[in-house]
């Protein structure tokens, strides 16, 4: 764009080329003054931005919400065991939880283990 803009106005180009900008943003502008515990999170578009990541757990017969919770992990790996503590809890100790499904996000050894 530079390259053209002198070309256009027939100017030789003067001053030191602009750095190339990063695509990781510094550790100071990572900051939300509105809502401190979000985060700068990388984005399936290969971008970045603020972001919080809301979990939910459904009874699947019933079509109701069991539990939910935001966290600022980018990962679900590690949400898969929490949620699942967190939907027992709420539906009671007196009715076991049989089974739970979730996405490829939340694959590891350890959650097929847990569950």
């Known amino acids: ?23 990781i943003p510094a550790d100071n502008k990572q900051y939300n003054f509105t809502d401190p515990e979000s985060k700068i999170m990388k984005v399936n578009n290969k971008g970045w931005d603020q972001c919080a990541n809301a979990q939910a757990a459904v009874d699947s017969h019933k079509q109701i919400i069991v539990a939910c919770d935001v966290t600022d992990e980018t990962n679900d790996k ?34 097929i283990e847990y569950a």
């Open 78 to 111: 590690r949400q898969f065991e929490p949620m699942l503590e967190k939907a027992q809890e709420n539906v009671g100790k007196d009715k076991r939880i049989k089974a739970a499904s979730a996405d490829t996000g939340y694959y590891s050894e350890s959650n």
């Open 1 to 23: 764009e530079r390259e053209a803009d002198c070309k256009k106005h027939d100017k030789p180009k003067g001053g030191r080329r602009p750095k190339p900008i990063s695509d």
